[in-house]
């Protein structure tokens, strides 16, 4: 079955600092979506891409999806002490089942 | 409108017992979902369910089943529990089966001892 890999696992970054996760896919994506789980909540939708290339921004959140439709990433500008959580990548798709990428928990310190 | 609702939130069992957990999805939603998740295996698709029909099931041995009622709400059980099930079971509901967002409840917290 399809695999998901993300790195890092953890990081931890100084407020004010930038984060980026990368998703990485063993076969092509048809879509890709992100989630993020704040520390004992479930997770929330941010962004799906679709498009080969594609890059979407949300405020200080940029998202990419690889030309090759096999990786996407997020990237988040000026990290403040909200953003702390985990950020999964989802493949999701068809009749695929919903695979979850293993996560990077974000730490941001003050 | 309501957002999904998952019951019990928490839960003690001991093994061998067997445990039922409730999701209400979205009003309108009929596509429900259900996750595993542990700190060590993360996040993991359980199956789905659209219509009262199972669309797809994750590799989680028979003890995991689940069902679908025709208003949309699910049930998912697990029988024999061992150790290893303790987790944190989260439901999802999609107005799409296809590709749109998944919407989560607060989960079921399962402690097996």
């Known amino acids: 079955g399809q695999q998901v890999m993300q790195i890092p696992q953890y990081q931890h970054v100084q407020e004010g600092e930038d984060f980026t996760t990368y998703c990485n896919s063993s076969?092509?994506?048809?879509?890709i979506q992100w989630y993020k789980q704040r520390p004992g909540g479930h997770p929330v939708f941010l962004i799906q891409?679709?498009?080969?290339?594609e890059v979407k921004k949300q405020k200080r959140l940029t998202f990419q999806f690889g030309e090759a439709k096999k990786n996407s990433s997020l990237h988040i500008t000026a990290t403040q002490t909200t953003d702390v959580g985990t950020y999964f990548c989802?493949?999701?798709?068809?009749?695929?089942?919903?695979?979850f990428g293993t996560g990077t928990k974000l730490q941001v310190i003050p | 409108k309501a957002g999904v609702t998952q019951t019990p939130r928490y839960l003690i069992k001991t093994r061998g017992q067997q445990v039922t957990l409730s999701c209400s999805p979205i009003?309108?939603?009929?596509?429900v979902s259900w996750y595993q998740q542990t700190p060590g295996q993360g996040l993991q698709f359980l199956f789905e369910?659209?219509?009262?029909?199972?669309?797809n099931k994750g590799n989680f041995p028979g003890r995991f089943s689940g069902r679908q009622f025709s208003n949309s709400r699910s049930e998912m059980n697990v029988s024999t529990l061992e150790l290893g099930d303790s987790a944190l079971y989260l439901c999802?509901?999609?107005?799409?089966?296809?590709?749109?967002?998944?919407?989560f409840g607060e989960g079921s917290r399962l402690t097996v001892l």
């Open positions: 989802v493949l999701r798709g068809g009749y695929q089942k919903v695979t």
């Open positions: 369910y659209f219509s009262e029909t199972q669309r």
């Open positions: 076969t092509t994506l048809s879509n």
């Open positions: 891409l679709v498009k080969s290339g």
């Open positions: 009003s309108g939603h009929r596509s």
């Open positions: 999802a509901s999609s107005g799409d089966t296809s590709t749109g967002e998944l919407f």
